[in-house]
């Protein structure tokens, strides 16, 4: 079974504005609310490629009940961790350019961390867990290390789509796949990076430091892939943007739900670049029908 975590839900309030100016009163020419978090979204386009898997995290309030009463009317399995506080609410304003203002995250209390901890219990060896995104400060700064430990402990695989330190100690215990972008592994290393050259000996680095498979995701330059065997270019399909955001969790989904079924790591590869352009060019995450139109689109070669 494939499970998402999503430690720190939200809703994600997109609104359209026109020529958005600070300082002044806007008015939305149009806003719409959609369950969001990286894990959760995921869980959305795994169900899109009719790839099993249940969303786990913590939920609370009223934007938690949004967020459940969606995935459920969409049939997207979940097990969520009910928390008291509410579920944070992110604004993803577009105007001329895309702007983000995500919040901190609820209060998770330390019964409540010890629940979803409790769930892992239950993992086996044919398991892969997907972790992504940030992580609400309430919770302990080494979280994320007990949940992976207690996958590793149960032999059970791991995904990690996170930045920072959280991603820099995943890495001894050798993720199936990272994919920072390249602001994030600039970030990690602090370096600036220009271009593939500059790009590949640090995507090389994460294969050194533990990863099993690295991708390096470039927005609409495609992405880089780094496996023991050898190293990929990949090239996204050429399409209107409509919202960037997801793209990356769309791209994890396509990758992990597409070696699930094939166990081919260049298909695979096609796949999360298929489905993290589709979103890039849907107004909400991509749906399978988008994702089918665009896959021969997208180009794998090796370097
Ligand atoms: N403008 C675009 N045109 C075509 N494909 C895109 C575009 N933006 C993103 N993609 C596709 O989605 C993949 C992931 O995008 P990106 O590198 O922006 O990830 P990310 O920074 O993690 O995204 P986000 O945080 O917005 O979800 C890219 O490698 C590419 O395949
Ligand atoms: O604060 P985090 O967890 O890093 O990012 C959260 C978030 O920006 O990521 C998703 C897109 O990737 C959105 O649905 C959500 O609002």
């Known amino acids: 079974m494939i499970y998402t975590v999503t430690l720190n ?18 008015k939305m020419e149009s806003d719409r609310k959609l369950p969001g978090g990286k894990g959760i979204n995921v869980s959305r386009i795994l169900h899109e490629l009719e790839v099993d898997a249940t969303a786990l995290g913590f939920l609370g309030g009223f934007t938690g009940t949004f967020i459940s009463d969606w995935l459920n009317n969409d049939n997207i399995t979940t097990d969520f961790t009910v928390i008291e506080d509410d579920t944070r609410i992110n604004i993803k304003l577009k105007s001329n350019e895309e702007t983000e203002l995500n919040g901190r995250g609820p209060h998770i209390n330390e019964e409540e961390a010890t629940r979803l901890l409790n769930q892992l219990s239950n993992l086996t060896e044919d398991d892969l867990v997907i972790f992504s995104g940030s992580k609400p400060p309430s919770l302990p700064a080494d979280y994320y290390q007990q949940l992976i430990g207690k996958t590793v402990k149960a032999n059970a695989a791991f995904v990690i789509d996170t930045t920072g330190q959280d991603l820099k100690n995943a890495l001894a215990y050798h993720p199936f796949l990272v994919k920072p972008n390249q602001h994030e592994l600039e970030e990690l290393f602090g370096v600036k990076l220009n271009g593939e050259a500059d790009i590949i000996p640090y995507g090389e680095k994460l294969l050194e430091l533990g990863a099993q498979n690295v991708i390096v995701s470039l927005a609409g330059e495609g992405a880089l892939l780094f496996t023991k065997e050898g190293s990929y270019r990949g090239i996204s399909p050429k399409g209107t943007v409509k919202n960037s955001v997801g793209a990356g969790d769309s791209m994890i989904a396509g990758f992990i739900g597409e070696f699930s079924k094939t166990n081919d790591i260049k298909k695979a590869f096609q796949m999360g670049l298929t489905a993290g352009s589709a979103t890039a060019f849907s107004e909400d995450l991509a749906k399978r029908a988008d994702m089918e139109t665009i896959y021969q689109q997208a180009e794998v070669r090796k370097i």
């Open 9 to 26: 839900p939200s809703i994600d309030y997109v609104v359209q504005v026109k020529d958005f100016e600070l300082g002044t009163l806007n």
